[in-house]
């Protein structure tokens, strides 16, 4: 897929939602994706595969070359699968959805660790922008709005207090440093974590995912451009 700039009256429309680990970009992009009956691509879940094909060939995920050659010999391909009246992108490893594997705190930290190369950020860049084939998309992840889809009129981020973004993993039965990977997540050289351009921030710490959802809802069919 060429790196063409989106025209909306042309391509699908692409919502990009960003933010910090556990701030409600999953829960609140499927509520959206929902509503709109556009299809979820859920990037993060996407490194989380590869971290978790590194672990499972035993493969040093502090070795960068060696994650990109696996990277670059990795045998995937993209489907949209309908559950529960959500449309959502799944990046298949030999045709195998690993949904449950890549939720533990070892694949999140060893995930945070292979998305700082340069290398697998370009795979996953143009694997991203390839779901485009599945129509209007709600993309969540750290670099949808300022790196895989930046011509998007489009962009969220969403954030929460440290203390509410942990108590959230923790009542899904995870217990990581969030702090320690937010901070892998924003320094890193290449498409680090960080509010794109022109992007609308929302803070949902007293928030329950039905009032972030509408406020994004209202959001988008504000900017939604009027068909003449
Ligand atoms: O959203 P998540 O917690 O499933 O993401 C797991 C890790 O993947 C996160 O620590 C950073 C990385 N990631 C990324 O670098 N860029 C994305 N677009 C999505 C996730």
Redesign the pocket.
């Known amino acids: 897929m060429s790196e063409i700039f989106l025209n909306l009256k042309k391509h699908p429309i692409v919502i990009a939602i960003d933010g910090t ?1 556990a701030s409600g ?2 829960t609140n992009a499927k509520l959206v994706a929902k509503a709109l009956g556009y299809v979820y691509v ?4 996407m ?2 595969t590869l971290a978790w094909h590194c672990l499972q060939k035993r493969v040093d995920v502090h070795d960068a070359k060696v994650v990109a050659a696996l990277c670059r010999k990795w045998k995937t391909s993209l489907e949209c699968v309908e559950k529960n009246h959500l449309r959502a992108v799944h990046l298949l490893v030999e045709n195998y959805f690993p949904e449950q594997e890549i939720r533990t705190s070892e694949v ?1 930290a060893a ?2 660790v292979i ?1 700082a190369v340069p290398k697998v950020r370009d795979w ?1 860049k143009k694997k991203q922008r390839e779901c485009i084939q599945f129509g209007n998309l709600v993309m ?5 709005g300022t790196n ?1 889809f930046p011509e998007t009129d489009f962009k969220f981020y969403l954030d929460a207090k440290l203390e509410e973004r942990t108590a959230r993993r923790a009542a899904d039965g995870v217990h990581e440093n969030l702090a320690a ?1 937010d901070l ?2 924003s320094q890193r050289a290449s ?1 680090p ?1 960080m509010i794109a351009l022109g992007a609308k921030v929302i803070n949902n710490s007293a928030m329950t995912s039905e009032q972030t959802s509408q406020l994004l809802l209202e959001e988008i069919r504000r900017l939604m451009p009027v068909e003449k």
């Open positions: 680990s970009k999953s859920d990037t993060g879940a490194y989380r999140s995930t945070s998305a996953m969540e992840g750290r670099d949808i895989v990977r892998r997540d498409a974590l």
